[in-house]
């Protein structure tokens, strides 16, 4: 029993013998280091005509035909046509609104011709009866008792009233009638103006290229490219006819690689289309915030612009993907380490050298780090051995 008890000791104190022994370590040297990011992004041009959707509505338009992404258009050709179905349709109803407004006004004025010359008549009349009341007026009492020379004045008086009374009627009538003309004429209008709206939407159906170029459709919200039968609204950018002569890389940098980066650092381009031809350029504008690049995708990245030093029209078209080498920071005869042999502890910071068969914690001061590796300041010094992973067993110095 002691025997088995003493083997399975000796085993366990040679694991750690053996633990110590195996853990893997780097050896540091002086170097010329260079801090790199690679991303991925595509070509796009400085300068660029917009191609949108010009109906003057505020209805969705829907897609009939678009011409294919990178075609050749040339100036005045068609990029686009839209459905004009919903166009022919609205003119045909304010058309009929226009008639049966139409129909209605000559009802009304037919109707206020009459109306005028009924009261033309009524008035004759009266007058008629007015001017025989004057000629036969009864004013002699030798022949007409009083009560009848009073009846004949009031019968004189009551057709002037009446006269009077008519003519007003007549005026307010007319009035009444022009007002009624009016609305109809003001409806009509309106109609009109529906109806020259739509046509003229009709009349612009067709989108054509303003120039020579090559179409580049236009991503929308989600992602997706213009294509026939989708819904766009007026105004939106369906396409751009980009400006060959001036090309820039857009770039596409994660978020948690984004260190360092900083406007006028030199970038490398490899187009994957043409990989054997090398591009270079400069940073020109880096984005304020991370956004996704894909919708429902949590990963944000950094849009980094980067002007071309060289243009190159047969080669460098828009759309296509490339891979940049962004140069952050170089650093001359200086101690590079891997980032995962750094451990840190508030504001302690060490790595794990080795002393013969032990490792020790060694402070340290970090200079420039990368998402892979960090430049160390001071505490180590040129053929140093520290371990890649944290070791089983370690000593504090």
Known sequence: MKIGLIIVL??????????TNITPVIIVHSTNSHFTIVAQGELEAVKSTQIV???????????SWIAPQYSYVNKGDVIAKFDGVPFQLEVDAATYEI?????????????????????????????????????????????????EMIDASDNEEYLRAKSKHIKVMEGYHQDKSKSEVGLLDSQSQLQ???????????????????????????????GSLPQAGKSVFPGAKLASLPD????????????IEAIG???????????????????????????????PKVRDNPVKYFIVTVMLDQQDQKRLLPGQRLDATIFTNSRQNSIVVPIQTIYREEKQIWVYLKNDDE???????????????CVIESGLLENDTIALIQPITETES
Not at 104 to 113: H, P, T
Request: glycine share 2%.
């Open 244 to 255: 060959l002569s001036r090309m820039k890389a857009k770039i596409y940098v994660p978020e």
């Open 53 to 63: 959707a010009t109906a003057k509505t505020q209805k969705p338009q829907v897609i």
């Open 99 to 147: 008639n049966k407004l139409m129909f209605e006004r000559q009802k009304k004025q037919r109707e206020l011709s009459l109306s005028i010359e009924d009261f033309s008549n009524e008035e004759a009349v009266v007058e008629f009866e007015f001017l025989m009341a004057q000629k036969f007026n009864i004013d002699n009492p030798m022949l007409y008792t009083k009560i």
């Open 192 to 222: 009109q103006s529906k109806v020259d709206m739509n046509n003229s939407n009709l009349s612009q159906l067709e989108v054509r290229a303003p120039h020579a170029g090559i179409v580049v459709l236009k991503k929308s919200w989600d």
């Open 10 to 19: 000796l085993c366990l104190l040679i694991s750690c013998k053996q633990d």
């Open 359 to 373: 490792f020790n914690k060694k402070n340290v001061t970090l200079g420039t780090c990368s998402s892979s590796q």
């Open 261 to 291: 980066i900083k406007q006028g650092q030199i970038v490398d381009i490899e187009l994957h289309s043409f990989p054997n031809s090398k591009f270079s350029g400069v940073i020109s504008l880096i984005s304020k915030t991370a956004q």
